[in-house]
Structures are given as structure tokens and as C-alpha cells.
């Protein structure tokens, strides 16, 4: 066993934004991503090989940071890291209550951050095996996901919102499509599709940020399915895309299967960790 003090200046050594370098407010910032569990996660990363070198943020949000970092082969990955605390709790509660498979866990403020990082890589997986566009997830443990990064060594890829497209249309009818196969193929409504959580890298798009995907059996999917549809409407129309109405995009969606072997039972998040 390592000391927490030998662990410590490992992770140190290994996470830029620890460096001494860093100025007060940078540290002072850091201190709450990278509090004790979370060092000792991003340890245990690091001695499985998942992690090198963590590099910079791509992004600082209230409920988690997103860093650049390669693995032991220099393979970048995307490091999401959810802060444990009120805040983060807050947000999450809201698309949990109701849902059984976080029973028992609402009253736990850690419990519940890890079993939506669970979630959020479940969530990554589903939407891979049916073939539709997201980072593939590398590992959960914790509050910190690792998935693969979109983008290359000089920066991530941009989001939707700052892309100029050739064609509008083209690019619509993509994401079009994540929403109608993603309920149908994947069983899943992502519940915050936007220009922001879209990224494109060779000119395609890429779904990100599906920690409140819920099921379509979820008793609020159909309403975040038809927020998600207007969100992705009213951001094309202004890029001048030709836009679907609405109605029959929920229709294409909600059009009856022809096999249901996508039915499966509903998993227990509770105090799960993978490959233990
Ligand atoms: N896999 C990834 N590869 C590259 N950049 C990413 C990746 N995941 C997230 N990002 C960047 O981090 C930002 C925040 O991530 P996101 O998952 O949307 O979390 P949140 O919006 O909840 O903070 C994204 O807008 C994107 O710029
Ligand atoms: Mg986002």
C-alpha cells in the first residue's frame, strides 16, 4: 500500500492543473474538482494504465470538469470528473426522483453523483452498441468517467453552436436521426439535445453529455423527446436548415418496432463499479 502522501505526489506529477506553478486562484479551483476521493480514483487510473498524463480542462461547468489527458500510449482520453457536492446533487435529483433504479439512493449526496456517473456511461454504451455517435466510454469509477476524446492534441472537437456548415440540412438530418434512433434503437432519450451538447470533428456530429438519457419507458421521456426535437428544430431553422415539423419527427419516432428485443430489464445502479 502507498502512502496518501506517495500517492499524492504521484497524481501531482501527473495532473498539470497541480502543478505548483499554478496561480492561487487556479489552485484554489482545483482543490474542490480534485478533492481526496477523487486523487485516489485518478491514482488508480493511473496505475491501470488508463491515464498518463492529465493535461488541461476542456471545460469547467458547476457539476464537473472535462480534461484532456492521454492514456499510457499517448491515446487521448476525455477525463469528466462530477464535483460531489450540492449543487451537482441538485441538478441530478431532479431527473432521478421517480426513477427506480436509483431507489434508496436520493437521501446520499455521493452515492447518487457516482450512480449518475454510472449512469452516464451506461448511458454512452447503449448508444454505441446501437451504432449512433458518441464517445465510446473507456471506464466509471467513482465520480469520474473516462471516455474517448473528440478531438486531437491541440484542442477538443468545437460544439455545434460555433460551426460554420456547408450544408445545414445535411448536418440536420444527423441529428435528426440520433434522436429518432436513439429512442428506437438504443431506447433512449438523451433529455438535452442542443447546439451545446453536439460536436462536430470531420465535419460530422457527435452526441455528448448523456448522463440524463433516460429510457423511453421513463414517465418523462415523451416531454424531453419533444423538447429535445424543439431544441434542434429552432437551432437549424436559424442556420437555415430544412427543418421536419415536429409531429413527424415524434411519429417516426414513436412508430411501433418490429422486433422488441431492445425490452431489456431495467438495471440496479446501486454501488456498482466496473471490472471489480
Ligand atoms: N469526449 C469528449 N471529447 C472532447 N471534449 C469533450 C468530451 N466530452 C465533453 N467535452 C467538452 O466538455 C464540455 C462539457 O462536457 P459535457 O459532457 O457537455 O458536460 P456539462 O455540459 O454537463 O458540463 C463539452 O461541451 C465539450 O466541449
Ligand atoms: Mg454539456
Keep these: 500500500m502507498v502512502s496518501y502522501d506517495e500517492m499524492y505526489a504521484h497524481v501531482e506529477r501527473h495532473v498539470d492543473a497541480l502543478k505548483t506553478n499554478k496561480t492561487g486562484d487556479e489552485r484554489e479551483t482545483y482543490a474542490e474538482v480534485f478533492d481526496r476521493q477523487t486523487l485516489m480514483v485518478l491514482y488508480d487510473y493511473m496505475t491501470r494504465g488508463h491515464i498518463d498524463m492529465i493535461h488541461y480542462p476542456v471545460s469547467t461547468g458547476k ?53 449518475w456517473t454510472n449512469k452516464e456511461f451506461r448511458n454512452l454504451d447503449r448508444y454505441c452498441e446501437a451504432g449512433i455517435p458518441v464517445p465510446e466510454p473507456i471506464a466509471f469509477r467513482k465520480n469520474v468517467l473516462l471516455m474517448e476524446y473528440i478531438g486531437d492534441e491541440t484542442g477538443p472537437a468545437p460544439q455545434l453552436k460555433d460551426v ?66 424543439g431544441n434542434i428544430n429552432r437551432f437549424f431553422r436559424n442556420r437555415g436548415a430544412d427543418i421536419i415539423d415536429p409531429e413527424t419527427i415524434l411519429a417516426e419516432t414513436l412508430k411501433p418496432a418490429d422486433d422488441d428485443d431492445l425490452e431489456e430489464s431495467e438495471e440496479d445502479y446501486e454501488e456498482e463499479e466496473e471490472d471489480e
Design 164 to 229: 460554420a456548415m456547408d450544408d445545414p440540412t445535411a448536418m440536420y438530418d444527423d441529428v435528426v436521426s440520433f434522436i429518432i434512433d436513439g429512442y428506437r434503437d438504443a431506447h433512449l432519450v438523451h433529455g438535452d439535445l442542443s447546439e451545446y451538447n453536439i460536436l462536430v470533428w470531420d465535419g460530422e456530429p457527435i452526441m455528448i453529455d448523456c448522463g440524463q438519457a433516460m429510457t423511453a419507458d421513463h414517465f418523462n421521456a415523451k416531454e424531453f423527446l419533444m423538447r429535445d426535437i
Design 63 to 115: 457539476e464537473g470538469n472535462v480534461f484532456y489527458a492521454t492514456d499510457e500510449d499517448g491515446e487521448g482520453v476525455a477525463v469528466k470528473i462530477f464535483r460531489t457536492s450540492t449543487s451537482t446533487f441538485k441538478r441530478v435529483s431532479k431527473y432521478i426522483e421517480g426513477d427506480p433504479r436509483f431507489k434508496g439512493l436520493t437521501g446520499n449526496r455521493r452515492k447518487l453523483i457516482y450512480a
